[in-house]
């Protein structure tokens, strides 16, 4: 299993960015696919579920109505759309995959929001 996050960066509080996951190893269709991210001096915490086919999507409340989780399973990719960004976002972001019972993660994109 492999994962490749990519499109972090630094942005203006207000800004938004859209993250990237490649995704290759697994049979990518048929698995949830999940973006988690990890702020300096804290725990990584959960941050949204896409589900296998796309149908379905959950947000931790502090994302909701702001970031937009999505995949395009012809090219194996998942994706996270950040919108109103918010210097408490500043965070790496992890693309992950629960496989046969373990979690899988990316390296990590880094996401810092100041002005």
């Known amino acids: 299993v492999q994962l490749v996050e990519s499109g972090g960066g630094l942005v203006q509080p207000g800004g938004s960015l859209r993250l990237s996951c490649l995704a290759s190893?697994?049979?990518?269709?048929?698995?949830?696919m999940n973006w988690y991210r990890q702020a300096p001096g804290k725990e990584r915490e959960w941050v949204a579920t896409?589900?296998?086919?796309?149908?379905?999507?959950d947000y931790a409340n502090s994302m909701k109505g702001r970031f937009t989780i999505s995949r395009d399973n012809a090219k194996n990719t998942v994706y996270l759309q950040m919108n109103s960004l918010k210097p408490e976002d500043t965070a790496v972001y992890y693309c992950?995959?629960?496989?046969?019972?373990?979690?899988?993660w990316g390296q990590g994109t880094q996401v810092t929001v100041s002005s």
């Open positions: 992950n995959v629960r496989w046969y019972g373990r979690h899988y």
């Open positions: 896409v589900t296998s086919t796309g149908g379905g999507t």
């Open positions: 190893g697994f049979v990518f269709t048929n698995y949830n």
